[in-house]
């Protein structure tokens, strides 16, 4: 991970404002989902982008009845008709 520079402080409801050029750089706009992951000591957000639910691959991934499922697994469900 390579430091940003940038120090902010938490407010009273925990949250923190990302710089603008930040959010610029990764392309993250007012209402776009954000996935907070932990590792180890650290603090990771990432833009969301959702993952099958039971590979957990983020490539060519679809909704299916409010679930996400990639094109494999489906294609794993459907040979097992």
């Known amino acids: 991970m ?16 990302l710089p603008k050029s930040l959010r610029k750089r990764y392309q993250m706009n007012e209402g776009d989902p954000v996935e907070i992951l932990v590792q180890g000591d650290h603090i990771i957000l990432e833009r969301y982008r959702p993952r099958c639910v039971f590979c957990t691959s983020m490539d060519n991934v679809e909704e299916f009845k409010d679930r996400y499922v990639c094109g494999t697994c489906l294609g794993e469900m459907q040979g097992m008709l």
């Open 2 to 17: 390579k430091p940003a520079g940038v120090v902010r402080k938490v407010d009273q409801l925990g949250r923190i404002v």
